[in-house]
């Protein structure tokens, strides 16, 4: 038994030992120290960027204590001193980070977005010199040749930890033709005004029509919101949520910007610039946006907040959107909206379903029978909209029952 003992407890030990070995392997973070970036071969030759397809780098990788899967980005400058990075709506700084994220150490950089930086910041001077530069006049400074100086800036691809630049090369003759980057519709699109005291931390987002494009790299977008507007109370829409300067309100006598009141709101611009509603109430806030050329024309239409229930437990279960199948309009911001007693009891395809109309017609009429591409149900009692996704899960109701949503809150129920 003596020895059994002795033995057992040697295992153990042995155990324990192993257990150390492994806790011993696992991997330790480290900052990296140093970073380098080798000398292009290419860096004494000249470079046309137009008939040219990538620049070839190579870097060391950083040392992070592991291997570990790291993102890298590319930074020209035209002056190899980095201060501040390019800023496009100030049209100020002297370096851009590139739009190509790199997963390896050696990297083809589309020349296209070489040329795409160096055109930025011959730009950032030549507003310097003229602030009324026309882009006709920018364009006819181009092409130009120019050296750039680039540097590496890694990460972990997981974390975004551990970021280090690398050393800057230059390359020393290259011709830039004219270029900017495409210009599509944003990805995100929001709201903020006296209803939420220009507190972008807490301002409502838009939601996709549901013909946007997933990956917000389209030339169109429709975005919505049913949202209450306190009178005389202002808003403006951005793509952030933040002043960066690409905010927009009423812009008068500019054929970029059109506004149509729908609702007889009393839409109009205050002294500064901003989209006021003379009537308080709940609205359905609806921006549509075309791309023409590197504009964005903007389309806004203020229209009566009309939430219509669908499905086979409407009073009229037709799929088609009828007066008799309309919510009743809180008057309250914080209130909910109700739909009609449910007609009849749902089970399985048919189900419970809400949805405001968004879509337009070849003649820009209200399109009715795209009522699926703005529709929306309450799951675990929030609102979730289809937006840019496919079908939503059905939900069944029982006859006499009532949809109750909440679009402040973003909430509501069946009961």
């Known amino acids: 038994m003596k020895k059994l003992y002795i033995i057992s407890a040697l295992f153990i030990g042995a155990l324990a030992f192993t257990a150390c070995e492994e806790q011993d392997k696992t991997p330790v973070f480290t900052e990296p120290t140093e970073f380098v970036l080798n000398e292009p071969v290419l860096k004494n030759n000249f470079i046309d960027l137009a008939k040219s397809e990538s620049v070839e780098l190579a870097c060391s990788q950083p ?7 790291t993102k890298y980005q590319i930074q020209v400058s035209r002056d190899g001193k980095f201060l501040n990075e390019f800023d ?3 049209v100020t700084g002297d370096y851009v980070t590139i739009d190509v994220d790199f997963s390896t150490a050696r990297m083809d950089v589309p020349a296209t977005e070489i040329a795409i930086a160096l055109t930025q910041l011959r730009m950032v001077d030549l507003v310097a010199e003229d602030p009324d530069i026309t882009e006709d006049e920018m364009k006819a400074k181009f092409p130009y040749e120019t050296a750039a100086y680039i540097r590496v800036k890694a990460s972990l691809a997981a974390s975004g930890k551990g970021e280090i630049v690398s050393n800057v090369v230059s390359i020393a003759n290259l011709r830039c ?7 599509y519709t944003p990805e995100e699109f929001f709201i903020v005004g006296q209803y939420n005291n220009w507190d972008w931390g807490t301002a409502l987002e838009f939601i996709h029509y549901n013909e946007n494009n997933t990956e917000g790299k389209g030339k169109t977008g429709t975005y919505w919101r049913l949202i209450y507007l306190p009178a005389d109370g202002g808003f403006k829409v951005n793509a952030a949520k933040e002043w960066d300067g690409g905010e927009v309100g009423y812009v008068a006598d500019d054929p970029l910007y059109k506004y149509n009141d729908n609702a007889s709101a009393g ?28 504009d964005i024309i903007y389309t806004f239409d203020i229209n009566k907040p009309e939430v219509y229930l669908m499905g086979t437990n409407a009073p009229v279960n037709d799929w088609s959107i009828n007066e008799a199948n309309l919510f009743t309009v809180p008057a309250e911001a914080d209130a909910d909206f109700v739909s009609p007693a449910f007609a009849y009891d749902t089970d399985g395809d048919g189900g419970v379903r809400a949805c405001v109309i968004v879509g337009q017609d070849a003649s820009g009429n209200p399109d009715t029978g795209t009522w699926w591409k703005s529709e929306f149900m309450t799951f675990n009692g929030k609102i979730e909209y289809r937006a840019t996704g496919g079908d939503q899960e059905r939900v069944n109701g029982k006859k006499g029952q009532k949809l109750y949503l909440n679009f402040t809150k973003g909430t509501g129920s069946i009961k």
Do not use: H, Q
């Not at 033709?177 to 210009?183: A, I, N, T």
């Not at 308080?280 to 609806?286: A, D, E, K, Q, T």
């Open 88 to 90: 496009e709506k100030k």
């Open 177 to 183: 033709p004219y270029s900017l980057p495409e210009v």
């Open 267 to 294: 839409l109009k611009a205050s002294s500064d610039g901003n989209m006021v509603v003379t009537k308080g109430g709940w609205y359905l806030v609806i921006v549509r946006m075309v791309v023409e050329g590197r």
């Open 63 to 69: 040392d992070y204590g592991f291997t570990a899967a």
